[in-house]
Nanobody, 124 residues
Framework: QVQLVESGGGSVQAGGSLRLSCAAS????????MGWFRQAPGKEREKVAT???????IYANSVKGRFTISRDGAKNTLYLQMNSLKLEDTAMYYC??????????????????WGQGTQVTVSS
């Protein structure tokens, strides 16, 4: 049974940092594409960063240079290091896995398994 559990969210002032974690179980996650997504109130869910099975990462333009996605195979955990946080980074952050292959799909709807989310709130 695929399970994803996020942690590490919280409240931080603008310019601060947070590291999110996503503990994965029920599948060999390094074989698949995994990613971080976020959804702010009143907005659609958007892709933040993805990490494919070839160890290639892709970032949304809005977070390039500030966020870093990584994973620890031994711990089956996906991370998102977020630096220089901005007010507009406030959202619920989710991790998800695409189980049909190692290449990350363009469509968010292709990701079948999702965690419960962890809230990130950035204040001035």
């Amino acid at each position: 049974q695929v399970q994803l559990v996020e942690s590490g969210g919280g409240s931080v002032q603008a310019g601060g940092s947070l590291r999110l974690s996503c503990a994965a179980s029920g599948f060999t996650y390094v074989r698949y594409c995994m990613g971080w997504f976020r959804q702010a109130p009143g907005k659609e869910r958007e892709k933040v960063a993805t990490f494919n099975s070839y160890n290639n990462s892709i970032y949304a333009n809005s977070v390039k240079g500030r966020f870093t996605i990584s994973r620890d195979g031994a711990k089956n955990t996906l991370y998102l290091q977020m630096n220089s946080l901005k007010l507009e980074d406030t959202a619920m952050y989710y991790c998800a896995v695409y189980v049909l292959g190692g290449t990350c799909p363009v469509s968010i709807s292709a990701y079948k398994y999702w965690g419960q989310g962890t809230q990130v709130t950035v204040s001035s």
